[in-house]
T-cell receptor, first 115, second 110 residues
Framework: DAGITQSPRHKVTETGTPVTLRCHQTENHRYMYWYRQDPGHGLRLIHYSYGVKDTDKGEVSDGYSVSRSKTEDFLLTLESATSSQTSVYFC??????????????FGEGSRLTVL | SQQGEEDPQALSIQEGENATMNCSYKTSINNLQWYRQNSGRGLVHLILIRSNEREKHSGRLRVTLDTSKKSSSLLITASRAADTASYFCATDARDDKIIFGKGTRLHILP
C-alpha cells in the first residue's frame, strides 16, 4: 500500500473554529490532492498541488486553503469551519501526470463534523 | 459541475452475473480511470484507459472508451460478493485536475 497518512482521522469541532487536516506521504510523489466526499455528490476536488509551494484550486475551494512547504506534507485548512463543511476528506497522491500513469493513491479519509 | 457522471446510481445483481456501469464526461480527456471504494475506506485504483485506446482488460474487468460519445463503461464479469462496493470514474481533463463522478453503488446478492 502507498504510504499515505491522514490526520486526524476523526474530528468534531464547532462552527467558527479553525481546522487543519494533514496529509503525509512517504512515496515522494509530486502531485497531492484534497477531495471531499458527501452523499449524492461523490468526490469533489478542493485543492491540489503539483509541487512544493505550487497549488491550485479545484471545484469547491471556497472556505478552504492549502499549503505545501515540503514534498511529503499537504495541509488543508478551514479558516472558520461551517456546518456545510461537515464531510469526509480524502487526500490522494500521484507520481506522474503522463497519459501512461496518473494513478491516484488514496488515504483512509478524515471524518470532520462541524456542530 | 462535475466532469464525470456514472450510470446507474445503484445496481443490484445476483452473484455470478455480470455488472455493467457507465460513465459520461463533458470535455476532452487524456485518460479515464475507474476506482472502487469499499464502505468506509479510501478509493482503490482499478484500471486506466488512455484516450487513444478503445478497450482494456484486467482480470474480470473490461473497460471501453468511446471518445466520440464521451463515455466509458466498466464491465465486471462473474461477479462475487467481494465486488460489492461503490465504483467511480475519474477523468483527467488535460490539466492537473482529476475529477470524479458521483459513483455507482454495486450490491452483489448471494
Amino acid at each position: 500500500d502507498a504510504g499515505i497518512t491522514q490526520s486526524p482521522r476523526h474530528k468534531v469541532t464547532e462552527t467558527g473554529t479553525p481546522v487543519t487536516l494533514r496529509c503525509h506521504q512517504t512515496e515522494n510523489h509530486r502531485y497531492m490532492y484534497w477531495y471531499r466526499q458527501d452523499p449524492g455528490h461523490g468526490l469533489r476536488l478542493i485543492h491540489y498541488s503539483y509541487g512544493v509551494k505550487d497549488t491550485d484550486k479545484g471545484e469547491v475551494s471556497d472556505g478552504y486553503s492549502v499549503s505545501r512547504s515540503k514534498t511529503e506534507d499537504f495541509l488543508l485548512t478551514l479558516e472558520s469551519a461551517t456546518s456545510s463543511q461537515t464531510s469526509v476528506y480524502f487526500c490522494a497522491i500521484s507520481e506522474s501526470r503522463t497519459a501512461n500513469t496518473g494513478e491516484l493513491f488514496f488515504g483512509e479519509g478524515s471524518r470532520l463534523t462541524v456542530l | 459541475s462535475q466532469q464525470g457522471e456514472e450510470d446507474p446510481q445503484a445496481l443490484s445483481i445476483q452473484e455470478g452475473e455480470n455488472a455493467t456501469m457507465n460513465c459520461s464526461y463533458k470535455t476532452s480527456i487524456n485518460n479515464l480511470q475507474w476506482y472502487r471504494q469499499n464502505s468506509g475506506r479510501g478509493l482503490v485504483h482499478l484500471i486506466l484507459i488512455r484516450s487513444n485506446e478503445r478497450e482494456k482488460h484486467s482480470g474480470r474487468l473490461r473497460v471501453t472508451l468511446d471518445t466520440s460519445k464521451k463515455s466509458s463503461s466498466l464491465l465486471i464479469t462473474a461477479s462475487r460478493a467481494a465486488d460489492t462496493a461503490s465504483y467511480f470514474c475519474a477523468t483527467d481533463a488535460r490539466d492537473d485536475k482529476i475529477i470524479f463522478g458521483k459513483g455507482t453503488r454495486l450490491h452483489i446478492l448471494p
